[in-house]
Nanobody, 116 residues
Framework: QVQLVESGGGLVQAGGSLRLSCAAS????????MGWFRQAPGKEREFVGR???????YYTNSVKGRFTISRDNAKNTVYLQMNSLKPEDTAVYYC??????????WGQGTQVTVSS
């Protein structure tokens, strides 16, 4: 089983930046895709982006050009760099690991609040 722990959330003004980290333990980190999701109050959890084991990245349209996902396989860590933050980016952010055909493991989430 893969355990995931996010960190780096907080309060930031609109236009600012934050970097989230997700540390993984268990499993073979470099072999599976990692994703970031978010859930705003009263809304469904939504996909933000993902990075494959080989480093290819994919993003939802609303964050393209502002968010960057990267990974350090030596540290078993995936990052979400968020720039030009907007109030609508306010949410709890979760990382997840994709293996055996599904997002099989999830972190506990970290709160990101963007003030206007």
């Amino acid at each position: 089983q893969v355990q995931l722990v996010e960190s780096g959330g907080g309060l930031v003004q609109a236009g600012g930046s934050l970097r989230l980290s997700c540390a993984a333990s268990g499993g073979t980190f470099s072999s599976y895709s990692m994703g970031w999701f978010r859930q705003a109050p009263g809304k469904e959890r939504e996909f933000v982006g993902r990075i494959t084991g080989g480093g290819n990245t994919y993003y939802t349209n609303s964050v393209k050009g502002r968010f960057t996902i990267s990974r350090d396989n030596a540290k078993n860590t995936v990052y979400l760099q968020m720039n030009s933050l907007k109030p609508e980016d306010t949410a709890v952010y979760y990382c997840a690991a994709y293996f055996t055909g599904s997002w099989g493991s999830w972190g506990q989430g970290t709160q990101v609040t963007v003030s206007s």
